[in-house]
Structures are given as structure tokens and as C-alpha cells.
């Protein structure tokens, strides 16, 4: 990580580096409300995690008990901040939410109560695993907003149509046990082993082949909504954002991980 990307993400995003996993941090005081430049330094950490070849998987939590991400930061919303720049220029609300770019996979520790826009940048990653004693919730109605940057049109595809629904309706908190039941969470933890758990649950991820992780995900997203015929048509030639699933299919890797399993011995990735 350089020097300059270090000073650019001070006091919204904190980077730390364990093998193949990088742990995005959100730091923002108190709560990690989503303004512009908050979403401009979470853009800049997740394609610092898709351009940099030695890292395979993501990992975004809180560095506060007190949120997650609270949302939307309604002092720039209405008050009119200082900073009237753009936010991130292609990863929307909170610079990861329609990052179509980032291929690799990005696990969300939900540390913490993720509320509003905090829920959206949760539902936008890869998968969900949540300590025990915290909730989500979109209370945006109560606003005068919707949950558009993610909730409306993530979360109704995550779990039944009319809980997702009443839960914008109402604005009423889910409980990480509802959430775990309803499956929109892998895996629950107490607060004090969840990163334990999420790093975990990211050394097994990171275990898979490196363009095979991107090829997943980029599958994943075009498959996303279409019938089952339709989808099941799906092949590197399809037309589509599929380049990681192309380079997969023609790499070396994919004949080392056949080869490694034939020789019952660990693969030895390239990324090529």
C-alpha cells in the first residue's frame, strides 16, 4: 500500500494486509455515515484490492461498536458540505454498491448495527456473516427516502419477497438470528469471534484459484434474474462482461488445479 493511498483514505478507510486477504476497515467517526469522499476512499480500497494480483479476497467491517454504517450522512445531504465534488465515479453510494469492476470477492463482518445505506454496502458484497447481538434495518421511509442505493433492489432477491418488503415497509430491525434464518447471512458469531470467523471464512475462499474466484462473480452477476433455461446457456463466449471467465478457461491454473487433485497435492496458483 502506498504512502499516498494511505494519506487519501485517513479518517474514512483503514487497509491491512494479511496474506492474500485484505481487511477494508471503515473509520469515519462516529458512525461511518456515507458522504462523498467516504464513498471516493471506499471505491479507491476495493480496486486497490482488484489491481494488486497478490490479493484474492476481500474483508469490510467497522472499526466502531457503534455501527457498522449508519447510511446516509444527512449533514451533507442537507446542509450543503464543504466538499461538492463528485462521489465515487463509478461504485455509486458508498463506492462499492454498482462497482461492476470489482471482481474479486468482498466478505462483509457485520460487526455492529448496519442501518439504511450500512445494510446496502453489506448487501453489495459477496457474503454476509454478523455477530450475534446486532440487527440490520432500512428505515429510509421514515426518511422521506428509499433504500435505492442497494436495499429495494438487492434485498428482495436475497430472501423472500414479503419479508424484504415489509422490512422496508416497515423499517423494523432484523435480528441477526432473523437474518441467518431467512439466509441472508452465512454464518452468525459472537461480537468477540467474528473476525475470527470472517478470516476464516476468507482463507477458505482464498483457497480457490485466483481467476476462478473472478470468474464466479462475474458469472454470478449475468446469471443474476435470468430464467433457468437462459441462465443454464451461459459459456465463456456470451456476450457480457465474462473476461475473467474467458482467461480462466484458457489459463494454466485451470489444468494445475485438475493436475493437483489427480496427484492428491496442493495447487500452486499463478493467477495465470
Not at 493511498?5 to 461511518?32: C, Q, S, T, Y
Not at 445505506?117 to 448487501?123: K, V
Not at 438487492?154 to 431467512?182: D, F, K, N, Q, S
Request: proline share 5%; hydrophobic share 45%; glycine share 10%.
Amino acid at each position: 500500500m502506498t504512502a499516498e493511498l494511505d494519506r487519501d483514505l485517513a479518517g474514512f478507510v483503514e487497509l491491512h494486509r494479511e496474506g492474500a486477504v485484505l481487511e477494508i476497515r471503515m473509520v469515519k467517526p462516529k458512525v461511518n455515515a456515507i458522504c462523498r469522499r467516504f464513498s471516493r476512499a471506499m471505491e479507491r480500497a476495493a480496486l486497490y484490492l482488484q489491481h494488486d494480483p497478490d490479493l484474492r479476497v476481500g474483508i469490510l467491517t467497522s472499526g466502531s461498536d457503534r455501527a457498522f454504517s449508519a447510511g446516509l450522512d444527512f449533514n451533507e445531504a442537507t446542509a450543503g458540505a464543504e466538499d461538492r465534488g463528485p462521489g465515487a465515479e463509478a461504485g455509486g453510494f458508498g463506492g462499492i454498491t454498482t462497482l461492476w469492476a470489482l471482481k474479486k470477492p468482498l466478505i462483509a463482518a457485520i460487526n455492529a448495527p448496519a442501518v439504511g445505506g450500512g445494510l446496502e454496502l453489506a448487501l453489495a458484497c459477496d457474503i454476509l456473516v454478523m455477530a450475534e447481538d446486532t440487527f440490520l434495518q432500512l428505515p429510509e421511509l421514515e426518511r422521506g427516502l428509499l433504500p435505492d442505493g442497494g436495499g429495494l433492489q438487492r434485498l428482495p432477491r436475497r430472501i423472500p419477497w414479503h419479508v424484504a418488503t415489509a422490512m422496508i415497509w416497515t423499517g423494523a430491525p432484523m435480528t441477526a438470528a432473523e437474518a441467518l434464518r431467512w439466509g441472508l447471512v452465512h454464518r452468525t458469531a459472537p461480537r468477540a469471534g467474528l473476525m475470527d470467523l470472517a478470516r476464516a471464512t476468507a482463507a477458505q475462499v482464498a483457497r480457490g484459484a485466483p481467476l476462478a474466484l473472478q470468474a464466479l462473480k462475474e458469472a454470478l452477476r449475468v446469471v443474476d434474474g435470468l430464467p433457468d433455461r437462459e441462465a443454464m446457456t451461459l459459456r465463456a463466449e456470451t456476450e457480457g462482461d465474462l473476461e475473467q471467465y474467458r482467461r480462466m478457461l484458457a489459463s494454466d491454473d485451470m489444468i494445475e488445479g485438475q493436475r493437483a487433485f489427480l496427484e492428491k497435492r496442493a495447487p500452486r496458483w499463478t493467477g495465470r
